[in-house]
Nanobody
Framework: QLVESGGGSVQAGGSLRLSCAAS??????MAWFRQTPGKEREGVAV?????KTTYAESVSGRFTVSRDPKTLYLQMNALKPEDTAMYYC????????????????????????WGQGTQVTVS
């Protein structure tokens, strides 16, 4: 089970930190995705069990993904209105970022476990 928290409303340029609490095994890849109405869910940041990370180009340098044993975090700085979305946490139990190939770790394809999401609104 994955439970996200930390979303809210913030002005442009502000910061938020999202958390994703996981029960049970946390898998080999933990990731943040986001989605806005009418658009496909897009990968934001991924952290695997070997400590490797990957970020969407749109958030690179502004967002940082980290974790402790049972919680995944997303520190979001310099937020922009286009970051407004529902943010979801996801787990892939079987693959690291490297072994996901040929699939991208930022694609939803191999993630089998999802949280309910937390809304982030930037104005």
């Amino acid at each position: 089970q994955l439970v996200e928290s930390g979303g809210g409303s913030v002005q442009a340029g502000g910061s938020l930190r999202l958390s994703c609490a996981a029960s049970g095994y946390t898998g080999d890849c933990m990731a943040w995705f986001r989605q806005t109405p009418g658009k496909e869910r897009e990968g934001v940041a991924v952290l695997d069990s070997r400590g490797k990370t990957t970020y969407a180009e749109s958030v690179s340098g502004r967002f940082t993904v980290s974790r402790d044993p049972k919680t995944l975090y997303l520190q979001m700085n310099a937020l922009k209105p286009e970051d407004t979305a529902m943010y979801y946490c996801a787990i892939d139990m079987l693959h690291t970022i490297t072994t996901m190939a040929p699939f991208s770790a930022l694609a939803t394809t191999l993630y089998g476990y999802w949280g309910q999401g937390t809304q982030v609104t930037v104005s």
